[in-house]
């Protein structure tokens, strides 16, 4: 029974201002648990919080300010009208991280499983008009099975609502979306649209068909888990970009990411107070800073770990990764510098030797274009030896598929610096934040090799004929192949030449990094771009 009809002796008195205060105390409670203390209990039993306890965990304490708390559906349809819980399944309102405004919504899987209906979509097309206006963050927390059945067209109608303004929101507000439960179908294209997936290790799946559909209809048998857990979206499809432990983990990453980003595309990124650089970038030289100077190897087949560089540029060594278990041969994150919120991309010479493939050309553009987006200043550290060669990645479309990283770092405007620590070579070097290709600053080690390509590779091909006539009289090839790649290292592969012509701002020892990169944030500060006039850009999907 709900508080609206309560009725009998301990029914309040409606007649007097006492008595409708204790009316509205009654429904305003009901809310706390729309289907009874025993589906809370249950839902505590699985290891997971209730809906309105992960909002109160998210936000600031006692933030939180709730917006349609007393909806209820109006269906009639196949019984519905007998059973009308009090929210309809999903808490909206809007309240602050770290004092920062957001506005949030969060799902009750334990209301008609989560199901999509016209009120319960209602509420949350409110709140997202709401953000879009206001211009704060929109933090979405999902846990549904779909749409409700019983509501036929209109819960379509509702998602279809939702995702048109998850598209008008894309680079208005920064959209980030948990999946906290199993969603399915329709529940799953809205987190599809917005900046960041985050999910909850064992108790989190996404897929479009469930498994006794597949097997009904390819044969093919598979566990939710496999198919939609949060392991497959972190490793395999990219879907995610975060898995927590539990809720709390998950919950607690979005408030240090929120603390990345800025409330609008207006808005300046974040700053937070830092230790300011003050005189010579030489005198502010530290132990950390030297520590870059002996960390490339002497041979430029021997891997290193890139994070042991980004550790040592940003702030404190906090770096904020992103998408780690993803396409690894590509290092996407925030970090700070002098207190400014930074995006860094970085090879890793650990995968792969640093090679770009699929998975990490979109993986990184999609980030390029997040930062870009939120006015995110964007650091790229390069050690790239080239695209990695296979028929699998021509055939699945590397050609197309990598050119959006061409495509979203040239369109990118905010301030953007590159640093060369080893290889560059050939059209990677294009892509990994170029001179040409719209970086404003381009500073190399001297132990990058910027060619186009290794010198092994490079012998064979200008030298093919010498090589040809000296196996052809006997003489000792691969003596001569050394001679030839010492000649060719010592003439291109190196940064020097691109010094000279202008493609390298400026060769520096990597214990001045750190120093360069915060002259040069604080001169982009200032940075203008005129773009032309446009409906938007044809990027290649």
């Not at 068909?209 to 097997?215: F, R, W």
């Not at 979206?233 to 990411?257: I, N």
């Not at 937070?272 to 960390?295: F, H, K, P, R, Y």
Request: net charge negative; hydrophobic share 40%; glycine share 10%.
């Amino acid at each position: 029974m709900t508080a609206a009809m309560n009725t009998g002796a301990d029914a309040p008195d409606l007649t007097t201002t006492a008595g409708k205060l204790a009316d509205l105390r009654a429904r305003i409670a009901e809310t706390q648990a729309p289907m009874g203390e025993a589906s809370v209990e249950k839902v505590h039993e699985a290891g997971k919080k209730t809906a309105r306890e992960r909002i109160e965990y998210l936000l600031d304490e006692g933030s939180f300010v709730e917006i349609d708390a007393l909806a209820r559906h109006r269906s009639k349809n196949f019984g519905l009208d007998a059973k009308r819980p009090v929210t309809d399944g999903v808490v909206t309102g809007y309240g602050t991280i770290d004092g920062r405004k957001v506005c949030v919504f969060s799902q009750d899987g334990a209301v008609f499983g989560g199901a999509l209906g016209e009120v319960y979509g209602e509420k949350i097309v409110k709140i997202m008009d709401l953000a879009i206006k206001t211009g704060v963050p929109l933090i979405g927390i999902n846990e549904g099975a779909g749409a409700r059945i019983q509501e036929g067209v209109v819960s379509l109608g509702m998602y279809s609502k939702i995702f048109y303004r998850n598209v008008q929101a894309s680079g208005v507000i920064p959209q980030i979306s948990l999946i906290m439960g199993a969603c399915a179908g329709g529940h799953v294209y809205s987190p599809a649209l917005t900046d960041f997936i985050i999910m909850v290790d064992k108790t989190s799946k996404m897929f479009i068909t469930g498994p006794d559909v597949i097997k009904t209809v390819t044969g093919e048998e598979v566990t939710q888990e496999e198919l939609g857990g949060a392991h497959t979206h972190m490793s395999t499809s990219g879907t995610s970009h975060y898995t927590g432990a539990d809720d709390a983990d998950a919950l607690d990453w979005v408030r240090e990411l929120v603390g990345y980003l800025p409330l609008n595309n207006r808005d300046e990124a974040p700053r937070m107070e830092a230790d300011i650089m003050v005189g010579s970038i030489q005198d502010n030289i530290n132990d950390t800073d030297l520590e870059l100077d002996t960390i490339i190897p002497d041979s430029p087949n021997q891997p290193y770990d890139m994070k042991d560089v980004i550790t040592r540029i940003v702030d404190d060594g906090d770096f904020f990764e992103i998408q780690e278990h993803y396409a690894e041969n590509i290092i996407i994150g925030f970090g700070r510098v002098e207190g400014r919120s930074v995006g860094i991309v970085a090879n890793q010479p650990m995968q792969f030797a640093g090679c770009l493939d699929i998975k990490a050309a979109e993986k990184a553009a999609r980030f390029v274009r997040t930062c870009d987006a939120f006015n995110v200043p964007i650091i790229e550290f390069v050690d790239v030896p080239g695209f990695l060669p296979g028929t699998n990645q021509e055939y699945d479309g590397i050609i197309r598929r990598g050119a959006k990283l061409l495509y979203a770092y040239s369109e990118a405007t905010v301030g953007k610096i590159t640093v060369i620590t080893r290889k560059s070579y050939g059209g990677a070097y294009c892509v990994m934040g170029s001179k040409d290709m719209g970086a404003d600053i381009v500073l190399a080690w001297p132990t990058a090799q910027i060619a186009v390509m290794g010198a092994s590779g490079a012998v064979g091909f200008i030298y093919r004929k010498e090589l040809k006539a000296a196996a052809a009289e006997g003489k000792d090839v691969a003596a001569l192949m050394k001679e030839y790649e010492k000649e060719y290292e010592e003439t291109l592969v190196n940064p020097y030449m691109a010094a000279e012509r202008g493609y390298v701002d400026a060769v520096i020892p990597p214990s001045e990094t750190r120093g360069q990169i915060i002259e040069g944030l604080r001169l982009l500060d200032r940075k203008v771009v005129n773009v032309p006039a446009k409906k938007h850009g044809n990027i290649p999907l």
